[in-house]
């Protein structure tokens, strides 16, 4: 008996799953004894006859050996042992073990199974030996999609009835009761034989006499099952209907080669559709940000200006919208076209495709040219918009200052012309022609005192000019007027100085006092009023040293207010005299004083008004020295987190170039450490955040420097826009050196090794191989180069001629070799298996042997053929291999 251990046939391959395993205890259901004793008769019959012979009952007929070592042979086409002719039970014994030993040699085992015990007619035990040899010789070879055995033959039956209606192949047998499923079989391979519209599921019994006649008479397949047993027994022997479903398999092993022609050109197409679909997506993708980036630039280069602060800020806001919401998911988006493009080349040189090269002006370096051309544009539209704030901010404290001094001015020259055009002095007395002598001296001397503030109008104006102020017209009419009107004083002054001249000969007195209050009343009252005009002067600074020196002028000019005061009462003091020798000596002046136009009333008014303004001065001073310590207090706050951002960015870059250079660990490694990296990365998000919202504090502000830092929004922000960029890049290519190690099989050892020859010759640490340094690469491994030949493999290595080498393309051209991947010839090859050997396929071979969405594909795809031999209608295959190969790959 034979009882075989592990160890005795280790190595061997069991080929009795363990489901398939003998159990004797199954055998106890009689209805499955007697589906057995049927379905493997029958099948050994099947063989038998090949030898002119057959068995009536198989527990006996195979008692003697002889016709279970001629099966073998049949089965196996090879010869056996001789047989014992003898009739005695050794002899007998001798011929089973024989078979036995026949067996087992094909590396199968024999679990329990005796030739004592077939010899004696062991019912069990000879089913259980029938089912081990259906089992090596009629199914263990059947493999589909890297399944085998069972598996593979319950798979081939799922695929070949997936397209008929109310057939579900999960087992078998309970998924065959119906019929359907032995009908679908035969009409899937020859569909003349049955009419499968016609058959219905509630009608088993003519379902499966139908299939088994059909079988039987056309396909040579013995009945072997009985519709009735089928259908009465609740769950039918599985190791009857696969050893009948094997038949089957073996009857239409023809048409297998078929399938697994189909199943490459299915696996080839799917890839090309994948390819195809990718190539779309990066053209789109390519269009959509070049078209926005189109789009963009004209706004980021209209540099003309508004003409008031409102507008320009609202321009500022924009822009700050475009860099907040609309420039970061398109800087993603230019980042996922990147890693799309490496990824699509990347495949296509796994699928021993041609490169990708994208239409006209899409490619990577057409990208990156029209994004330098935005950010270019961007960097310059920024610091215009600040500068012409700036400029509007100087023109509107220009244009009110202006206002002001004009105001003054023409309140000041209101009445005066017609004051000098008066002729008055035709009937004065000598005393009132003095008088209007010493009064027109002292309007000489006023007039003369605001020369000053007619020059710093037409000096404010002017400015207003070149600042090019968008009021500028009425700006320069009002300030001509104010001129015109100050020649024609001049002019007036002029002529009634030299009429009063002309008959001072004939007047002789003059009030002295009156003389000396008017002489020291004008230049004081112009003081007041030049005090006045600059403690209302409105002021502009951008640092606390401009503050301070304003409040250090200011407290200089409080210093001056004592004798300023003492001034005043001295002034007071004349007008007090003149009013005391009036009334003393009874002087007819009439009240007021013929000198000058000031009173002591006047004096003192404008005296109260310059000591109210000095505290009003004081308040506006301390508020915007509070103002720029706030201003200050913006810059340091800025300037501390971006002098720990900037170098945070610097360090981060320097980190992940490291990493997809050093050869720490295996590439899952490193793709953990650099997506440890980036959730890092993406975590310090809320500082940049922070940064820039102190950074629009600081622009609301207007603070235009910051002397605590060397770092501007602008520095951070490209940094961290590279940073993001850079580990999403490095990513893609360690995820890509995984595909392609994968796809290739290349073992870590390998990959460090080409590790550490890219980085000897990575000289720059750049993270590429230049022409040269390549070069050197492949004559320091054996290469002998001519210049043609470098050609050709740079050519390869780098497709896009961008004259370096990535590691990707280095990785790829070492392992090229060994790549296992489907070539033209193995394309052309399955074709012409579909196509019967014929030079040509037509439409009906492609639909019945691909899925409809792909026969579809390669008809849309295949040009009509036109050789001697062809028919109407008939496609060239060879067209389509060449369209997914190319030419120079045939």
């Not at 010759?761 to 290469?783: P, Q």
């Amino acid at each position: 008996m034979y009882d075989m251990d592990q160890d005795q046939y280790d190595g061997e391959i069991d080929y009795m799953h363990q489901e398939d395993a003998w159990d004797r205890d199954l055998l106890l259901d009689p209805a499955w004894e007697k589906q057995q004793r049927k379905t493997f008769t029958a099948w050994c019959n099947s063989h038998l006859r090949k030898a002119g012979t057959q068995i009536d009952n198989i527990e006996e007929d195979f008692r003697d050996g002889l016709k279970l070592m001629l099966l073998l042979e049949v089965i196996s086409g090879e010869r056996l042992a001789k047989p014992e002719r003898g009739k005695m039970r050794v002899h007998k014994i001798s011929n089973v073990n024989k078979a036995l030993d026949f067996i087992i040699g094909k590396g199968v085992k024999l679990v329990s199974i005796g030739a004592e015990e077939i010899v004696d007619g062991n019912a069990k035990m000879t089913l259980g030996m029938i089912w081990t040899i259906i089992l090596r010789f009629a199914i263990q070879d059947i493999s589909v999609e890297e399944t085998s055995a069972k598996e593979g033959l319950l798979l081939w039956c799922q695929r070949k009835t997936a397209p008929y209606k109310n057939v579900n192949i999960q087992n078998f047998h309970i998924s065959w009761k119906d019929g359907l499923g032995f009908c679908a079989l035969i009409h899937r391979h020859r569909p003349e034989l049955i009419d499968y519209g016609k058959l219905r599921k509630d009608d088993p019994m003519t379902n499966l006499n139908t299939a088994f006649d059909v079988a039987e008479k056309y396909l040579d397949i013995p009945k072997m099952l009985d519709a009735e047993d089928i259908i009465s027994t609740l769950r039918p022997d599985e190791k009857a209907v696969m050893t009948y479903v094997s038949c089957y398999y073996h009857a239409f092993s023809g048409k297998q080669k078929a399938e697994t022609a189909a199943n490459r050109i299915c696996k080839v197409l799917a890839v090309n559709q994948e390819n195809e679909q990718l190539m779309e997506d990066y053209e789109k993708l390519a269009s959509d940000l070049l078209e926005w980036i189109r789009r963009t630039i004209p706004w980021l280069e209209n540099r003309l200006p508004e003409n008031t602060m409102q507008a320009m800020q609202q321009k500022l806001e924009d822009f700050r919208d475009y860099r907040r919401q609309h420039k970061p998911p398109k800087v993603q988006e230019k980042c996922q076209l990147e890693i799309n493009f490496n990824t699509l080349q990347t495949k296509l040189r796994l699928s021993n495709r041609p490169a990708f090269m994208p239409s006209e002006g899409k490619m990577v370096s057409d990208i990156n040219n029209a994004w330098g051309s935005l950010e270019g544009a961007e960097k310059g539209y920024e610091e215009w918009l600040l500068n012409e704030i700036r400029r509007l901010e100087r023109l509107d404290h220009l244009a009110e200052k202006f206002r002001q001094k004009a105001a003054i001015h023409e309140a000041w020259t209101e009445g005066k012309e017609a004051m000098l055009q008066k002729h008055d002095y035709e009937t004065a007395s000598l005393s009132e022609i003095k008088a209007l002598l010493k009064k027109h001296e002292a309007f000489e001397s006023d007039l003369a005192a605001h020369q000053d503030r007619v020059e710093q109008i037409a000096a404010i104006a002017q400015e207003l000019n070149e600042l090019d102020y968008y009021d500028s017209p009425s700006v320069n009419a009002r300030c001509q007027k104010i001129c015109d009107q100050w020649d024609a004083l001049g002019a007036l002054s002029q002529k009634r100085s030299e009429a009063l001249q002309r008959t001072e000969k004939l007047l002789e007195t003059i009030d002295q006092l009156y003389l000396e209050f008017a002489k020291r009343a004008a230049p004081f009252n112009n003081w007041m009023e030049g005090a006045m005009e600059d403690l209302q002067d409105t002021f502009i600074v951008h640092t606390i040293e401009e503050i301070q020196g304003l409040s250090t002028a200011h407290e200089q000019f409080k210093a001056t207010l004592p004798e300023a005061d003492k001034e005043r009462q001295a002034i007071l003091g004349i007008h007090n005299e003149i009013a005391k020798i009036v009334q003393t000596y009874h002087v007819n002046m009439a009240g007021t004083n013929p000198y000058t136009t000031i009173n002591p009333q006047e004096v003192n008014a404008k005296w109260d008004k310059v000591r109210q303004l000095v505290p009003q001065r004081d308040q506006a001073l301390i508020e915007e020295h509070a103002r720029q310590q706030n201003n200050e207090r913006l810059r340091r706050q800025f300037a501390n987190q971006a002098n720990v951002i900037g170098p945070w960015i610097q360090t981060k870059m320097e980190e992940i170039g490291r990493i997809s250079i050093e050869m720490h660990g295996t590439l899952e490694d490193q793709l953990t450490h650099l997506r440890q990296y980036e959730k890092s990365i993406v975590n310090y998000k809320p500082k940049i955040d922070q940064l820039e919202g102190d950074h629009q504090l600081i622009q609301e502000a207007l603070i235009f420097d910051n002397k605590h830092t060397n770092y501007t929004m602008e520095h951070i922000r490209v940094g961290w826009e590279q940073l993001l960029t850079t580990i999403a890049r490095t990513i893609n290519e360690i995820e890509n050196q995984v595909l392609t190690r994968d796809a290739k099989g290349i073992s870590q050892e390998q990959l460090n090794e080409y590790r550490a020859s890219f980085n000897h010759f990575d000289r720059k640490r750049s993270g590429f191989m230049d022409a040269e340094d390549f070069k050197t690469c492949l004559i320091s491994i054996g290469y002998n180069l001519g210049e043609n030949e470098f050609s050709r493999i740079m050519s390869i290595v780098d497709p896009n001629r961008m004259g370096i080498v990535t590691f990707q393309g280095f990785i790829d051209f070492m392992s090229r070799e060994t790549a296992d991947t489907d070539t033209a010839d193995q394309v052309v090859a399955s074709f012409k298996v579909l196509a019967g050997d014929k030079n040509y396929i037509l439409a009906d071979e492609l639909r019945r042997e691909l899925p409809p969405d792909q026969a579809e594909y390669c008809m849309a795809r295949m040009a009509p053929y036109t050789g001697p031999d062809g028919v109407p209608g008939a496609l060239d295959y060879m067209s389509f291999s060449t369209a997914l190969y190319g030419e120079s790959d045939l």
